[in-house]
């Protein structure tokens, strides 16, 4: 009789140290998790915030801004417009397509 109630405090025993080992690992993985869900957040957020930050510098005005200023670009005008013919842009050894025919209306 006292061989089974040892052999039944030891199994009690293991159960506790085992049932205290489970909540332990328990209660981390959920602290981990509950940090990753808000390092998740946190990413998404500035995710956004990139998005939205990229939306504002592709703004067409902004980039014609940085043309003008940066690449000293100007529109173009019928006035300093030069128009290269087929023949005049082929280069030495370099085969030329035959100019395209007009279109008439």
């Known amino acids: 009789m006292t ?20 909540q332990y690992e328990s209660r981390r993985l959920f602290s ?20 939205v930050e990229k939306r504002a510098q592709a703004t067409p005005l902004r980039v014609e801004k940085l043309a003008r200023e940066r690449l000293q670009m100007r529109a173009a005008t019928p006035a300093i417009t030069h128009y290269v013919s087929a023949s005049a842009g082929a280069t030495a050894g370099a085969v030329s397509a035959p100019p395209p025919e007009p279109v008439k209306p």
Do not use: H
Request: glycine share 0%; net charge negative.
């Open 3 to 22: 061989r089974l109630n040892l052999l039944l405090l030891l199994a009690v025993m293991a159960s506790a140290l085992y049932l205290v080992n489970v």
């Open 32 to 51: 981990a998790m509950d940090k990753a869900l808000s390092e998740a957040r946190l990413l998404e957020t500035e995710n956004e915030r990139m998005q």
